[in-house]
């Protein structure tokens, strides 16, 4: 199978979402924790992860953490921006 579609994909639950606002910057954060119970497309490998989506809010733009708790002790970890969001100065 071609690595270009390659796909985990499944079915969310026991989700928690919290706002957070820091008092000395009043800078926003969003914590969002789920279970995921996924299956991959080329290798048929199923399992349930623990998933932790951290997005923060700036001036420039909302930036995320994304953490996937594997069932077998792996990390996986992502950084990056939503797409959209950033406001970038000329």
């Known amino acids: 199978m071609d690595k270009e579609n390659i796909q985990s994909f499944g079915y969310v639950y026991n989700i928690d979402v919290q706002k957070l606002v820091q008092k000395e910057s ?3 954060h969003e914590e969002h924790t789920f ?4 299956e991959n497309s080329n ?12 997005k923060h809010y700036t001036a420039t733009g909302v930036t995320f953490d994304l ?6 002790g792996a990390q996986l970890i992502f950084k990056g921006y939503m797409e959209g969001s950033l406001k970038l100065i000329n």
């Not at 279970?35 to 996924?38: A, E, N, P, T, V």
């Not at 992860?49 to 951290?54: D, K």
């Not at 953490?67 to 077998?72: A, G, T």
């Open 26 to 28: 009043n800078a926003k």
């Open 35 to 38: 279970d995921w119970s996924y």
């Open 67 to 72: 953490l996937i708790y594997m069932p077998h």
């Open 43 to 54: 290798d048929k490998c199923k399992g349930t992860a623990t998933v932790a989506l951290s």
